[in-house]
């Protein structure tokens, strides 16, 4: 079963019928303080357009076109109209949202196409080349940095949009190693489902879960809120089958190897800019027996990133570490707090501890721990809390775990609420080794904080640290400021750039999990060397010869 | 301090003055043993040559070449004496020491340099492609596949051989993200006495430890004999430097990324034939607190993988498993038998333990655990045990640990020993995913005693399973024969090359961790696919376009 996206929102995040659950009296109070922060009361933005009438320029699949697109694909498979078009048209990050809720698109696919098995791609990318035709394999569609962005590139005559979505079969599982392999187009609930018959799971949540697919994650290089205890996607594939106009590249599926360079990183990361990702063999797990989510309260941002840096060189089973900082703790307070609410017990527990000295800077942990026998789960929940409060942690018990596991996919879905209220929300994350971290987070949240002041006339901006290693951690930030009336789409990209350089020159690197896409690329050489990018040159130049896939990512 | 090569066997294994530990009765017990399995008795071989007489070909670096040198490396640094060249004209493979134990060297280095800086390596790179030299690195000099064979292509005018060990300093300790920045020219001792200094250890332990590089390592995608804790050095490296022909290659120092494809894997088993590796940032850790390795004797291999696949998957803090099949089981227990000895208690134990059932087909397991915390390794450990004896093990204690332990680097020194006295000794591994191991261990032990049979009328061959992962493992495979008197060379290749086939028929890899080198070169577009080489093609043209680096290796 494909991805219905009836259901989900074409211009904002997620499926229509949910939203971010603030009761009217909690938004007001939200927009009262963004108001209060930004020095002036926000201004609700025009209303976001509907799909009915959306723009899109007229397309260049002519009828020719179509009749040769025919031969490779069932007539049904093949999608012109301007809903399919504009459907697949973007991305989801900031500056998508906004232009697609102006309703005028600049870009679109001239097609859209969805290949039901790996031949059919393999034919397709065949008369691509033949055609003088560009690819833009198209997933979930989730990408937050223009990783699916319809870019034609002169000398190409039409843009087709891959949708892979049709291709989502459990192809087989292997109970004695432990893996299962999947067709690529497969989405999280729909690949958690296949895997669960088996009482299995991958462990792979990023913030797009629902909605992204398996060949999206690899071809981004994904990482899930749980990677502290699964590893990122690239820790959990053990080979894939990626279809390239040069041919296909198949890995073998084993454990390890030392046969020279790993192949399969030519797969992982490939942004859709060297083939399509068909299928892929996972390492998957045990649905596991026991998993809790506990929270500390630190005093500050720097006291929680001591006691988060031990944890993670410390061994002991820990699925997810989130640690916020003060201006991030604050807000998720804030969002939490019910005004309506006569007496409010962790509003009460709160001002205790302000009490008890933890105010102003305090930052909030929540960390995940799992074990398969609870007499020895209980013993390292122990340990890990004695770290805490070596770091004079407060420990908040179980609560605001539940109520994180509760919201662990819902947090896009505030930035269309706030878009509506006069609000942008833009997030962007790096990761830094340990010695950086403090300095770096500090550098970037200033830089975010300064370049909204500037070209927004106003903004906060804050962070928290996720996914954890024994050398370094990615730090994710955000940032909310006013978005311009007249062009809010470039008023972006000068925060963006602001931003992106702080994290450079910080020492970060362009994504930790994200991905490069189109908002990367231009700083992807100055991360990769002169000598790095005539390497990925050679290596798109071996695989896709003429330049079908994915035009302007990555290279 | 780099390697002092003159306290190194030169046509053997390891130290001059160390040897494999047997007493005279041992080893007539061993080659009356190794006789009767053969059918015939052993003969040994001519005395193998000094290192004086060493017949060498002339030496192609004429004094327009060296002069050409000396210009970008000090004199003291050229070296072309027949010794230099002879020590560095093949690495430690068993047709390496066949050829080298006869005296006559068909090829070898034209010269040898000894860089003392990177700016050295990068003139004398750019050297090398001005006057059409070819370039070997050399570190250790321990590759077991052929991987510093010095073979001069057409169109090249003589071969340097790169010896990289005076490159051998820490250059940074970061303690905040628990990393160091080394040399890659350090050898495995020295390694581990910088990094003691601050506490800290690597954790790799590959059995050539004692006298392979950092470089070396991360050329092969080695792997450790703790690489069930500590990962394979492709799990330990944060960021790398390489100096190629084309420019030079820095990966960014940061714990993970999500920038397009992973260039450390254009690093990662490079083996010589995409640059020089200069520098390596690798992941360090606290020397452990306590370690302990168990023995545990299964009725069968079958048994015992069942629970070591159980161990690899169960989370637990497991540093290393290794488990020997029947054959091997038997020979590691011949060898710790001591004939001389009146009441030998361990053989005492064995014999009872063959009354209760362990016999024939007996499966010996060892694994190490690793803890910071007593009482939680000591659950550990009864959790560990408790696997085992699911499968119905007998549990053997710390004894067996701690004779591996003691002579876990070793077991190379054997191979010597019995080509004195008329045996011959083969090593080859791989990795199988579960599904695929018990049935690919069968087939390529069949494989090689069936090869040796036809090729070397006789022979016995065994395994053991080590370098576990919750997908698979690595299958290690040991094949013993008589040498032949006229051709052993061309005779070892014909079994060589039956064992290979068996491999990949079975599902496996070229190699799990000691690389391609100009052994497995030959079945490398197998296990890569077309597209694959093509890629691999791409990446050697960009970083080394006249083919300077390593030929014949990789491509």
Redesign the interface.
Known sequence: MSIDRDRLRWNGWGYRDRAFRLSPEQLSALVASLGARFGRPLVPGAPAAGLDGVQVPASRANSALLDRLSDVLAARDIRTSPRERALHAAGKSLPDLLRLRSGRLERAPDAVVYPRDPASVQRLLALAAELELAIVPFGGGTSVVGGVEPLLPEGKRALIALDTTELDRLLGF?R????ATLQAGIDGPALEAALGEHGHTLGHFPQSFEHSTLGGWIA????GQQSDGYG?I?DML?SARML?P?????????????????????I????GALGVIVEATL?V?PAPAHHAVHGALFRDFAAGVDAV?ELA???L?LTMMRLSDGEETELSLLLRRDPARRFDPSAAFLSAARGLGYAGERSLLLFGIES??P??GA??LL?AQAICLRQRALPLGSAPGRSWQKERFATPYLRDLLLDQGAAIDTLE??????DLLSGHARVVAALRDAASEHAGAGIAMGHLS?S??????VYFIVIYPPAQDDPVEQWRRIKRVATEAIMDA??????????GTD?QPW?AR??????M??????K???DPSGVMNPGK?L
Do not use: N
């Not at 005539?534 to 290596?539: D, H, P, T, Y």
């Open positions: 292997d004695a190693s432990s893996t981004t290089r994904s990482s990122g690239d053990v390239c040069g041919g296909e590249l198949q890995t073998l599926t084993v454990p390890r190897h030392a046969s020279g360079p790993d192949l399969r990183e030519l992982l990361g490939s942004e390492r797990r840096r060189g410390s061994g089973p398969e026998d007499k020895l013993m390292q340990r790096t990761a830094f080794e340990w010695k996914h290693y024994p050398d370094g951690a990615c020492g970060g690197t362009l994504s930790h999990h994200h991905g490069v990367h992807l991360e990769k060397g002169p000598l790095g005539q390497a990925l040159r050679a290596i130049a071996a695989l990555l």
